[in-house]
């Protein structure tokens, strides 16, 4: 995939999907389909990165990393991705947006978006508009309808609650996959070593949405192997000094030094809540407990 944002590359004919995508569900997935099955167009992306460029008013906890997105991106089939900062494009008027950005820059052949898309200077400009634009400029538009799942439309806004309320069960039924954080590995106390349990530590960024506290069930990605886990996701109320959220994962059967890789968690399913134990041995005696509810 080329990431022509800052790129001058001119482009072959593509068939564009329109969407900040923030957490590649499957109605996401459905509208950037479109863009793929499109014979003799390139399938691109036009997309913002939403770890840094968004204001403040229009930011939401991001459900995976823009890193994340762009991954997927790529392994979906994905041949170019646009994604300037908000800045760049907020100011444009909604025929701006088409003609400078969707014509000029990544030559147009079609575009698909969903029914909540809108574009140009505040917001202007919905799906009808760019289907009114599309006509004028000569590339075919395409709205998709929303994608539904228990007779519910499947939103970001729905699964960043039920990533909250721990349920990631429901939560990866609504993406398509499991929600994986993919994070550096950070030094800890390294007290799970001394419980026989050692862990790999990241700090999951506060601009993501947190799941609730608790243990998981996780697949970790070592070296191209998925790796079953147990992932703690809190404070460590037992041995933490501070409030800040830490994922912390016990790779069964595995051993060895994963510190300043970046690691892929992969949540599957939520255990218990988070709870302050009285002494380590309790903490012990409950993550043996943990560990064995995850075969």
């Known amino acids: 995939m080329i990431d022509i944002t800052y790129n001058a590359l001119t482009v072959e004919k593509t068939a564009i999907a329109l969407g900040y995508f923030d957490g590649l569900h499957q109605g996401h997935v459905y509208v950037i389909g479109k863009a793929l099955s499109q014979k003799g167009l390139k399938p691109a992306v036009f997309t913002f990165n939403c770890d840094t460029t968004l204001p403040k008013f229009a930011k939401q906890e991001d459900i995976i990393s823009f890193e994340n997105k762009r991954e997927m991106l790529e392994k979906m089939g994905v041949e170019y991705l646009y994604a300037p900062d908000y800045a760049e494009v907020c100011g444009l008027s909604c025929e701006e947006f088409v003609s400078e950005i969707l014509v000029k820059r990544l030559n147009v052949g079609f575009t698909c978006c969903g029914e909540s898309f809108r574009f140009g200077k505040g917001g202007k400009g919905d799906p009808k508009k760019l289907c009114e634009l599309s006509e004028k400029y000569g590339f075919t538009a395409y709205i998709a309808e929303d994608v ?113 890789k970046n690691i892929a968690v992969s949540l599957c399913g939520f255990l218990r809540e988070e709870k302050k134990f009285a002494d380590l041995r309790a903490l012990k005696e409950q993550i043996a407990r943990d560990v064995k509810n995850t075969l």
């Open 148 to 260: 539904c799942l228990d007779g519910e439309p499947i939103s970001s806004t729905r699964i960043r609650e039920l990533i909250r309320d721990g349920n990631i069960e429901q939560a990866n039924r609504l993406l398509g996959y499991e929600l994986s954080f993919k994070l550096p590995v950070i030094h800890g106390n390294e007290i799970g070593r001394t419980l026989s349990f050692p862990t790999i530590n990241q700090i999951i960024p506060s601009t993501n949405v947190i799941p609730r506290f608790g243990v998981y069930k996780s697949f970790v990605q070592v070296d191209g192997k998925n790796l079953r886990g147990i992932t703690n996701i809190g404070i460590r109320p037992t041995v933490g000094k501070n409030d800040e959220i830490i994922m912390e994962t016990h790779i069964l059967n595995f051993s060895g030094d994963l510190y300043g």
